[in-house]
């Protein structure tokens, strides 16, 4: 079983709606990260985050120590934010990142 | 200006290969990582190097040998390369331990290597 679990692994929304993704781990860590992944491959850091909630743009990151929880919000989708997004938890003090599995997001028209 | 660049951006080599992949941060960052992405996009660090010393190293085969010359490069090289090895491998970097986003990581681009 994967330290790091997100939910779903595939997301299909119209564009506006608002979507939710989710990830639970396992682990003590000192920070969660949230990365996207365009259909082109390359990687974009989105959010770091430690405690509470984070917002840039359309984007709400959430955390939840206890529980061991975090999720993505994107409010107004539109169809260019159609990636993976990608949980990533770190442990330790040596920088190391383990990531889940990934969410796949389409947006439609 | 590209914060994270890696070359080449695509890699076809044949099984027992010797390859490189270089990258370079003009980042000012402490810290460079590898991660080898499979083929169900699952992403997992190999290795990492802060100011030019080794602090990560995953159960990764030693046919690849990461050297980093200085702390704005960190090449990987493989070793009687292997179908095995085909994936795409991302070099990030962070500005390491102490300071204070220590971990958000900056990506390059990627570079998908295929072993045919």
């Known amino acids: 079983k994967n330290e790091v679990e997100q939910s779903p692994q595939n997301l299909t929304a119209q564009e506006g709606e608002f979507i939710t993704i989710n990830c639970s781990y396992s682990?003590?860590?000192?920070?969660l990260h949230w990365l996207q992944q365009h259909p082109g491959g390359g990687i974009v850091s989105l959010f770091m985050?430690?405690?509470g909630k984070k917002k840039h743009g359309r984007l709400i990151a959430t955390i939840n120590i206890q529980e061991k929880h975090s999720s993505l919000h994107i409010t107004a989708s539109h169809p260019r934010d159609s990636a993976v997004y990608i949980c990533?938890?770190?442990?330790?003090?040596?920088?190391?990142?383990?990531f889940g599995t990934g969410t796949r997001l389409q947006v439609t028209l | 200006d590209t914060a994270v660049s890696q070359t080449p951006k695509y890699l076809v080599t044949q099984m027992g290969n010797d390859k490189s992949i270089k990258c370079e941060q003009n980042?000012?960052?402490?810290?460079m990582y590898w991660y080898k992405q499979d083929s169900k996009k699952f992403l997992k660090i190999m290795f990492s190097?802060?100011?030019?010393?080794?602090?990560i190293n995953e159960t990764v085969p030693n046919r690849f040998s990461p050297k980093s010359p200085d702390k704005a490069h960190l090449n990987l090289h493989i070793n009687s390369l292997e179908l095995g090895d085909s994936a795409v491998y991302f070099c990030?970097?962070?500005?390491?331990?102490?300071?204070?986003?220590?971990?958000?990581?900056?990506f390059g681009q990627g570079t998908r290597l295929t072993v045919v």
């Open positions: 990030a970097s962070s500005q390491g331990p102490g300071r204070p986003r220590s971990t958000e990581a900056f």
């Open positions: 682990v003590g860590i000192s920070a």
């Open positions: 985050l430690s405690s």
């Open positions: 990533a938890v770190q442990t330790g003090t040596a920088s190391k990142l383990t």
């Open positions: 980042l000012g960052h402490d810290t």
């Open positions: 190097y802060n100011n030019k010393e080794l602090i």
